[in-house]
């Protein structure tokens, strides 16, 4: 019943955090807006996801872990569940050296007064993001595959 709560658990939490990701890159391109509603859009999302993703990360990170560990009789599960935590560590550390660094600089920012180089900015964050969801996106769907895997060990209902 206890690995049953953590798939579950880990299913959900990367399930949010993955497709937020994912809107973001789909609705959220900021290529086309003006040097003011990019500002206010990338503060806004900064103050609501910048300590949220991280943390959801990390938890996902751990759970991740939890499973690895307990998979040590199903090799294939492990390796899924050990690259999704290799890509998850990755898109954390994309979060950490490319878009923090940069959210902290736009966070200086005021809508009417932005950086002589607010585009590359712009074009740099958007790029790190790309990657980081596409690394988050890899990991989800080998956490869903190791979960939806069948067991070849014994009927055990805490087996991974």
């Known amino acids: 019943m206890t690995m049953n709560i953590?798939?579950?658990?880990?299913?959900?939490?990367?399930?949010?955090?993955?497709?937020?990701?994912?809107?973001?890159?789909?609705?959220?391109?900021?290529?086309?807006?003006?040097?003011?509603?990019?500002?206010?859009?990338?503060?806004?999302?900064?103050?609501s996801l910048n300590t949220l993703f991280p943390v959801m990360g990390a938890i996902c990170i751990a759970l991740i872990v939890i499973l690895v560990v307990r998979s040590d009789t199903q090799r294939r599960i492990r390796y899924l569940?050990?690259?999704?935590?290799?890509?998850?560590?990755v898109a954390a550390l994309v979060t950490r050296f490319g878009n923090q660094p940069i959210n902290a600089i736009v966070m200086t920012w005021s809508?009417?007064?932005?950086?002589?180089?607010?585009?590359?900015?712009r074009d740099q964050w958007w790029q790190w993001h790309v990657a980081r969801t596409v690394?988050?996106?890899?990991?989800?769907?080998?956490?869903?595959?190791?979960?939806?895997?069948?067991?070849?060990?014994?009927?055990?209902?805490d087996a991974v």
């Open 81 to 89: 569940l050990a690259a999704a935590a290799f890509l998850m560590l």
């Open 6 to 47: 953590v798939r579950f658990s880990l299913l959900v939490l990367m399930a949010l955090l993955v497709g937020s990701m994912f809107g973001i890159l789909i609705g959220y391109n900021p290529a086309s807006l003006s040097a003011s509603a990019y500002v206010e859009q990338h503060q806004n999302a900064v103050r």
């Open 135 to 157: 690394a988050a996106i890899l990991a989800f769907s080998f956490v869903v595959v190791a979960v939806l895997s069948k067991s070849k060990a014994p009927a055990n209902e």
């Open 111 to 121: 809508t009417h007064v932005q950086a002589a180089n607010w585009e590359q900015l």
